[in-house]
Nanobody, 123 residues
Framework: AAQLRESGGGSVEPGGSLTLSCTFD????????VAWYRQHPGDQCEAISL???????YYAESVKGRFNISRDIAKNILTLRMNNLRPDDSALYYC?????????????????WGQGTQVSVSP
C-alpha cells in the first residue's frame, strides 16, 4: 500500500531551524500536488506549503519567506526547510499527497496522509 513517512520533527528554540522530510513509498512524489499541513490543538489542518504537480510552489502567508518546500524526484522525497521558527509554528505537521491549499479536516479521505511529526518551538 502507498505510504508517506515523515521524519525530522523535534524541539527547537525560537529563531532556530528544522527540516522535515517525507519519503513517498509506492507512488511518485511528482504524481500529484503534494503538501505539508499543520494542525494546532483543536484546529483543522492548514496547508502551509504545497508543490503542484507542475513544480510550482505555494506558501501560506504565515510561513512565506521562512519556509522552503522542495521535492527530490529521484529519491521520492518531499522536504520542508523551516527557518526562523516561532512559538506559533509549534504544531503537528503532516506530509500529504493529492493535496490542496486551505484548511481541511486532518483525516480528509481524499488526501493521502503521513502519520504526522511534532514540532515544538519554545525558549
Amino acid at each position: 500500500a502507498a505510504q508517506l513517512r515523515e521524519s525530522g520533527g523535534g524541539s527547537v528554540e525560537p529563531g532556530g531551524s528544522l527540516t522535515l522530510s517525507c519519503t513517498f513509498d509506492g507512488f511518485p512524489v511528482d504524481w500529484s500536488d503534494v503538501a505539508w499541513y499543520r494542525q494546532h490543538p483543536g484546529d483543522q489542518c492548514e496547508a502551509i506549503s504545497l508543490i503542484r504537480k507542475s513544480g510550482t510552489p505555494y506558501y501560506a502567508e504565515s510561513v512565506k519567506g521562512r519556509f522552503n518546500i522542495s521535492r527530490d524526484i529521484a529519491k521520492n522525497i518531499l522536504t520542508l526547510r523551516m527557518n526562523n521558527l516561532r512559538p506559533d509554528d509549534s504544531a503537528l505537521y503532516y506530509c500529504a499527497a493529492d493535496a490542496y491549499t486551505g484548511w481541511v479536516g486532518c483525516r480528509n479521505p481524499i488526501i493521502k496522509w503521513g502519520q504526522g511529526t511534532q514540532v515544538s518551538v519554545s525558549p
